[in-house]
């Protein structure tokens, strides 16, 4: 595709999202090929992206639009640093950083359903809650209000280490992250022992061995981070968990009980919930919001219509929705409200591992932040357990204390954030840290 916009050489490319369906070593390989041809051809490159690290790695100059304005321009330096309109500047500092402090809460860009759902106006744009608090001034930091915690300026993208400013109500040791490291002896909540899953090959292919002796364990309250290039077998390994496909092999033993066996599973309530990558697919667009979430009480619980009702309302409360959404349909709402709703869902039958997969890869950055805030937020208040599983090593630090790699089916290095960030062992978590945009600012 770039071969093929260069035929003619032209004096400008226009790159449309070019690398946002990519993993993110071949995303690197392709910035990389852009800005060598850039400079040799001496061609203009206009960028477009949702990705902070990409524009900070490639561009000099940038323009953020919202809701098809421009809100502000200027030199990458200055919009990465130092943006003036607030919804630029909270836009840049909801993203998570590689020297954020693991856990704390990101700044969030408000998400009302009046700035995201209803028309443009001045008045949106100069909504008192995008305010920007003067240098200085404490930032709001109402631990449950989505529509505060405006950011003030933040520290310039980079990894040294004085960067880190404390932003968003810094937690560092708080409970739950760090609970059952390694080494401690902590009963495992779940112990997954050499998972195997293999599909079979299309005709005249080998069959595929998707999942290869995969172990590990979870602690209670832990929050473990599986990562790895899309078809390393993530997903596969997730619905193993769910119990939604058999391994060929292996064993999960969640709370003493191998799960692998469906029998012993019947009437109980699942203790093991899922929060689904696609929060537009999985909700179905015919019912209710209220309908959604209390559907698994109906089915595993005795409780009445109003006990269930009552229930579905305060799980609405506890994910940051206005309970009188119980009576909208998924249209009605926004991506990040729909991963609420995806949320609550999975809360409702007090589960007491969450498996996350890819939870917020289809959500635009402004609302990622909100829903890992709101995942930190729920695993702490409920003790939960949590296997987090996403392609973005930078999500995965700031979610998860420890972490594990998986290349084609294989873990190829498990162990503390800090080991796996700071001190990995294999070429591919290696790569995968390479690979990961540049975050420090290095205008072409
Ligand atoms: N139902 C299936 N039938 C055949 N192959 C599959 C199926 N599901 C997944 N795969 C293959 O298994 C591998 C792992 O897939 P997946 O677990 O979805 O990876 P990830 O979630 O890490 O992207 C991929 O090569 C994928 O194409
Ligand atoms: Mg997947």
Same mark, same amino acid.
């Given at each position: 595709m770039i071969a093929a916009a260069l035929v003619k050489e032209p004096d400008l490319v226009i790159a449309d999202e070019p690398t946002t369906a990519l993993d993110a070593t071949v995303q690197a390989q392709v910035l990389r090929l852009l800005t060598e041809l850039q400079r040799e051809m001496g061609m203009a490159v206009v960028l477009v992206t949702h990705d902070f690290g990409v524009v900070s790695q490639m561009c000099s100059r940038v323009v953020v639009m919202y809701r098809g304005r421009v809100v502000e321009q200027g030199s990458a330096a200055e919009v990465l640093t130092a943006a003036r309109h607030p919804y630029a500047r909270a836009l840049v500092a909801s993203v998570p950083r590689m020297d954020d402090t693991p856990g704390s809460r990101l700044p969030t860009v408000p998400e009302t359903v009046a700035s995201l759902m209803g028309p443009l106006d001045e008045e949106a744009l100069s909504d008192p809650t995008l305010r920007v608090p003067s240098a200085g001034e404490a930032r709001s930091d109402g631990p449950e209000d989505t529509a505060a915690g405006v950011p003030g300026p933040r520290a310039p993208f980079g990894r040294s280490p004085g960067a880190a400013d404390g932003v968003g109500g810094a937690e560092g040791g708080a409970p739950g992250i760090g609970k059952g490291r390694a080494g401690e002896k902590t009963t495992p909540l779940l112990s997954a022992r050499d998972l195997t899953v293999t599909f079979p090959g299309r005709i005249g292919r080998a069959p595929l &061995?998707? %999942? #290869?002796g995969v172990s590990f364990d979870i602690a209670p309250g832990e929050s473990f981070g599986l990562v790895g290039e899309s078809g390393s077998g993530k997903s596969t390994i997730s619905r193993v968990l769910l119990g939604l496909r058999r391994p060929d092999d292996g064993s999960v033993v969640f709370d003493g009980e191998d799960? $692998?066996?469906? $029998? &012993?599973? &019947?009437?109980r309530a699942p203790a093991i919930q899922m929060v689904f990558q696609d929060p537009y697919g999985s909700l179905n667009p015919d019912r209710r919001i209220g309908h959604t979430i209390g559907a698994p009480l109906a089915l595993h619980t005795d409780l009445s219509r109003t006990e269930r009702r009552e229930r579905v309302a305060a799980l609405l409360t506890e994910v940051g +929705? #206005?309970?009188? /959404? =119980? #009576?909208?349909?998924? #249209?009605? +709402?926004?991506g990040g409200m729909r991963q609420r709703v995806g949320i609550a869902r999975a809360l409702a039958l007090e589960p007491r591992l969450l498996v996350a997969d890819e939870? %917020?890869? =289809? +959500?635009d950055v402004s609302v990622q932040a909100q829903v890992l805030n709101l995942l930190t937020e729920l695993r702490r208040s409920r003790g939960l357990a949590m296997l987090f599983v996403s392609h973005d090593l930078t999500v995965v630090r700031h979610m998860c204390s420890r972490i594990a790699v998986l290349h084609q089916g294989r873990i190829v290095e498990v162990g503390e954030r800090d080991q796996i960030m700071e001190r990995p062992v294999s070429d591919h978590t290696r790569a995968l840290l390479d690979a990961m945009?540049? /975050?420090a600012h290095h205008p072409v």
């Open positions: &061995r998707a %999942v #290869d799960i $692998t066996r469906p $029998t &012993r599973r &019947r009437g +929705l #206005d309970p009188a /959404l =119980a #009576d909208a349909y998924p #249209d009605e +709402l926004s939870p %917020v890869s =289809a +959500l945009p540049a /975050l």
